[in-house]
């Protein structure tokens, strides 16, 4: 109970599923898992929207890392 169910799609801000400071903590996830520090450009709303949108980011700089 109490528990919503979020799905790749899913709008996390708007559903309450993220806020300001979970942002920070996946910065930091992001960050540790792809051996970079993600640009300012990068940490903007639409990349943190979605599952999908973040998992997106994540594999795109991972392939920038790979490419370096």
């Known amino acids: ?17 993220i806020d300001s400071l979970s942002i920070i903590h996946i910065v930091a996830f992001l960050e540790s898992a792809i051996g970079q520090p993600l640009s300012l450009q990068d940490i903007h709303m639409k990349n943190f929207r979605t599952v999908h949108a ?8 991972k392939n920038d890392a790979r490419v370096s």
């Open 54 to 61: 973040i998992a997106d980011l994540y594999w795109l700089r």
């Open 1 to 17: 109970a109490g528990h919503e169910t979020f799905d790749e799609a899913s709008l996390l801000f708007e559903a309450g599923g």
